[in-house]
């Protein structure tokens, strides 16, 4: 199952934006649910988690703050509210889900990944 992340786009610093991510048909359930993104020349980093609760919650220290988390069962879709945005968030987006209820930091926990959104902060 690939996941589908949409919503990414060019903003200036201290702009909004908000990613969603939701998986392709109505046969797969996201669960755990997290954001990771990867910048040009460097490795792909957490950003945050969802367990499939709602709670807990898990955020990088860089977006604490300015991004936050939510999710909408019943539309089986998980967003991702990014406001102040700055130019060292600029990178692809991929949401990523998990087989457990609760969620995790770890990549390695998420099983199921998508093609990922672009998101540009000029400064």
Do not use: H
């Amino acid at each position: 199952v690939q996941l589908q992340a949409s919503g990414g786009g060019l903003v200036q610093a201290g702009d909004s934006l908000g990613l969603s991510c939701a998986p392709p048909g109505r046969t797969f359930t996201l669960y755990a649910t997290a954001w990771f993104r990867q910048a040009p020349g460097k490795e792909r980093e957490f950003v945050a988690a969802i367990s499939w609760s709602g709670r807990p919650t898990y955020y990088a220290d860089s977006v604490k703050g300015r991004f936050t988390i939510s999710r909408d069962n019943a539309k089986n879709t998980v967003y991702l509210q990014m406001n102040a945005l700055k130019p060292e968030d600029t990178g692809v987006y991929y949401c990523a889900g998990g087989r457990s209820w609760i969620a995790t930091m770890s990549d390695r926990e998420y099983d199921y990944w998508g093609q990922g959104t672009q998101v540009t902060v000029s400064s």
